[in-house]
């Protein structure tokens, strides 16, 4: 449901992400992969300083930040017990998003790659227990 990635935002405390598109927003639980509400209308409100946008379904009472490689930001890239994210970028197939457990040099990351089209946002949701890499064309969500 990623089709024009414009950017995604997690939820306050929750395993849900706001992904917003070209062609309109929906809510992903990142834990189960499952697209639990989609509106179709593009033409929805969208704080293009304070990257905001009002949420749907589940997250319809809240305002949720994005981030994406259109209006900047960025999610969460470490975990309150130690799980970080890197991400070596270029715009390209070429592009990584590493996984480095709690305690972990660079030598034991958890590598995820072959990326097409390019990665436009990776990050954790604010409880930890997940994280997303989204596209240009979609959005993949882990769990632990």
Do not use: K
């Not at 960025?74 to 309150?80: F, S, V, Y």
């Not at 070596?88 to 070429?94: P, R, V, Y």
């Amino acid at each position: 449901m990623a089709g024009g990635l414009i950017g995604a935002g997690s939820a306050r405390d929750a395993d849900l992400l706001l992904v917003v598109t070209h062609d309109g927003r929906g809510v992903v639980d990142c834990v189960t992969g499952q697209l639990v509400a989609r509106d179709r209308d593009p033409d929805f409100p969208l704080d293009e300083d304070s990257r905001e946008v009002p949420g749907i379904g589940p997250l319809a009472d809240e305002v949720v930040a994005i981030a994406g490689e259109i209006y900047g930001g960025a999610l969460l890239q470490a975990t309150h017990d130690g799980w970080r994210l890197t991400g070596h970028l270029s715009n390209s197939a070429d592009d990584v998003v590493q996984l480095l457990p709690p305690d972990a040099g660079m030598a034991d990351p958890e590598a995820f790659t072959g990326f097409i089209p390019e990665i436009r946002v990776f990050g954790f949701s604010p409880t930890g227990r997940s994280f997303v890499i989204g596209t240009g064309a979609a959005v993949y969500t882990f769990a632990r």
